[in-house]
């Protein structure tokens, strides 16, 4: 389970603005539940029935419980409905903006059995943040107030090693990559060897990005306020199991 966090309830969502109207156009209810009843399109595909999660602490209690059932192989594949794809065309409402990693191997919307307007994903190696990622997960927490950010690294990841194994060699990676490098180099878990130290970079990684989206004044101001929780996991490749990072 990812969540082990506070239960009082965060205040409604304030009033969407009018940049969010203009930008977002175009997309309707997802999460734990569809404010309107839309029949299944197949039986893996059910129509949900309890509330959207509203709250962080609903929100990562949502994430364990749909990561419970891809961990086990009982996905449901929800909010995939024609029912559900004609009501995006009027509005989004995500619960969660996801940052993960881009590795092909840990999509969320699959790692927590979500579908069509349940999340916000935002993906780059490594997790690795910039202008265009800090602005994407702004965009998010700011214009349609959602009230989870998860950081989402995981178990072998490759622009970690890369980092990692640059750091010990000494060498330039090509072109871009090494920009990546650059990123993820202060984090370094130098009082482990071998893939020990890949393995502690990760969480590390994770938790330093967590950290600069927290202190980000806007995203700060809305964690001050209760309408915000940033929080950092790791899934596991071996065992598909999300777990939360302190």
């Known amino acids: 389970m990812i969540l082990d966090v506070d239960d009082t309830p965060l205040p409604a969502p304030a009033r969407r603005s009018l940049l969010r109207g203009g930008l977002v156009g175009a997309a309707a209810l997802g999460g734990v539940a569809l404010t309107a009843t839309a029949a299944s399109a197949t039986p893996t595909a059910p129509a949900r029935t309890a509330s959207r999660p509203g709250t962080a602490t609903a929100a990562l209690r949502e994430l364990a419980a749909g990561n419970r059932r891809w961990r086990t192989f ?138 600069r989206l927290a202190a980000e004044p806007d995203l700060a101001a809305k964690i001050t306020s209760g309408d915000l929780v940033v929080a950092g996991a790791r899934y596991e490749l071996t065992t598909q199991t999300v777990h939360r990072l302190a």
Request: charged share 25%.
């Open 74 to 211: 009982r996905e449901r594949h929800p909010d995939e409905t024609p029912a559900v794809r004609q009501s995006l065309t009027q509005g989004q409402h995500p619960f969660a903006v996801v940052l993960g990693c881009i590795d092909s191997r840990v999509p969320p919307e699959l790692v927590f059995d979500q579908g069509l307007g349940d999340l916000m994903t935002v993906r780059t190696a490594g997790e690795v943040l910039d202008e265009a990622v800090l602005g994407s997960v702004a965009y998010g927490v700011l214009e349609l107030d959602i009230p989870l950010v998860l950081v989402l690294g995981h178990q072998s990841c490759g622009a970690v090693r890369a980092a990692v194994e640059a750091d010990l060699s000494g060498e330039r990676l090509p072109a871009h990559i090494q920009y990546l490098a650059d990123q993820i180099r202060p984090f370094i878990d130098r009082t482990k060897e071998g893939d020990t130290r890949i393995d502690a970079t990760i969480d590390a990684n994770v938790r330093a990005v967590r950290s």
